[in-house]
């Protein structure tokens, strides 16, 4: 679906700037979802480009069919603050946890979901587990009223209640916008009501939001980002209420430099996550690298929502995938659907020690220490002087994998739960295709956490 639309745009002649419509479909060429639209942008940026298309894709690989052009309706000029750096709030002190829609249930979302959803977090262990922020992704915004105010659609009668319910339960919700005049797909956006809608948002009981930069490449420029953003993170603090910050921009402009100045306290450094190997290699692996001068408590990199449990890959590649985010203190945000875990599902995402790492409150994210063609090594400082280690190889047979640890120290793979034994201060293991040994080296004497 995505390759054949971007092979279509990418041997058009012309450059297409407007909407497009699109249907998921299965290999087998039968549709399988709803309709779907957004917003495609050239890198020219000048008002006289954009212009609306209307289209479908008609086949998995074949081609997109558009109806003639129109002109966009004219926006008014934004509304943008000075630059300037905002100080840390004190908020998302450890990576942030909880779930997503987007992955799982895309638009098909709603209050009644939502409700299901808190109530398997809470009878499921997650909750308890840390797994607290419940987040709606795109698709619940509906029309603003005669005083620009924005309303949900019919799928959320009553937004104050659904958060009431969530809040109830010991959870908290969160909600998707974006700075441009609509969202990735399609629904109202924050565009000059920044303040309106975070006090909106803030009257509704929210306590996260998601803001993604879609359609502002319409009326933005790539330098104006950071402001863009800026705006709504004041509006956000200017409510009173402790609302979490998700800058999604995957990763352009550097945001790693600027993004807590901005108000973020995350930030996604690159596209959209996908419940493929291929993409946990791509984002997971290389998209990270070097990344973890920009993290540490209050601000966070966001290499993207979890794939854990979905389906498209095997037990030993979700469990890298769980494993290479912990490492990296990325947020943990489950992606599948809480109400019927499998137990693999289950024993993944519900492992208190590996969600340990995650959540040491040293707040590093790991380095890749050592590389030799697909085997990897990653090292995490914890709060303890110890070190949270992962043994990776990203192959397709098992490879001996090895790295000094510190003695002496407790050896402890997190997870088998077994404690290893090794003579000096070399440890070598064997690492199955596609998986990880992800180890715990705690000091059994010596200095304190550094």
Known sequence: MWLALLLFLLQSPANLTGRWVYETQTPEGE?????????????????????????????VA??????????????????????????????????????????????????????????????????DAGYVYL????????TRDENGNLRPNEKFPDMKALADYVHFRGLKLGLYSSPGPQTCAGFEGSYNHEE?????????????????????????????????????????????????????????????????????????TAGDLRDAWDSITSIGFEKQVG???????????????????????????YRTHFSL???????????????????????????????????????KQASRIWKDGDAEVWIKPLVDGGQAIGLFNRGSEFREIGTLVPTPARIHELWTRREIRILGEELRLDVPPHGVVLIRATPLTGPGPR
């Open 196 to 268: 309106q809608d975070a006090r909106t948002f803030a009257a509704w009981g929210i306590d996260y939001l998601k803001y993604d930069w879609c359609s502002a490449a319409r009326v933005l420029k790539p330098e104006q980002m950071r402001a863009a953003y800026q705006k709504m993170g004041q509006a956000l603090r200017a409510t009173g209420r402790p609302i979490v910050y998700s800058l999604c921009l995957n990763g352009q402009q550097n945001v790693g430099e600027w993004g807590a100045k901005a108000g973020g306290h995350l930030w996604r």
């Open 135 to 142: 987040n709606i992704d795109d698709s619940w915004q509906g």
């Open 325 to 363: 985010w912990a490492l990296l203190a990325a947020p943990l945000l489950a992606g599948n659907d809480i109400r019927n875990m499998t137990p693999e599902t289950r024993s993944i995402l519900l492992n208190r020690e590996v969600i340990a790492v995650n959540q040491d409150p040293l707040g």
């Open 31 to 59: 549709t399988r979802g709803e309709k779907r639209e957004g917003f495609l942008t050239t890198p020219f940026g000048e008002q006289a480009r954009v212009m609306e298309y209307r289209g479908k894709l008609e086949t």
């Open 62 to 127: 074949q081609r997109v069919s558009t109806d003639p052009p129109k002109p966009a309706p004219l926006l008014p000029s934004p509304v943008l603050p000075d630059l300037q750096d905002l100080p840390d709030d004190g908020l998302a002190r450890t990576p942030p946890m909880g779930w997503n829609s987007g992955n799982k249930f895309r638009r098909n979302i709603d209050d009644k979901t939502i409700r299901a959803i808190a109530d398997a977090m809470v009878a499921s262990g997650m909750r």
């Open 291 to 317: 990344l973890e001068k920009y993290s540490g408590p209050g601000r966070w990199n966001d290499p993207g929502m979890l794939e854990v449990g979905n389906g498209g890959m095997a037990a030993n590649e």
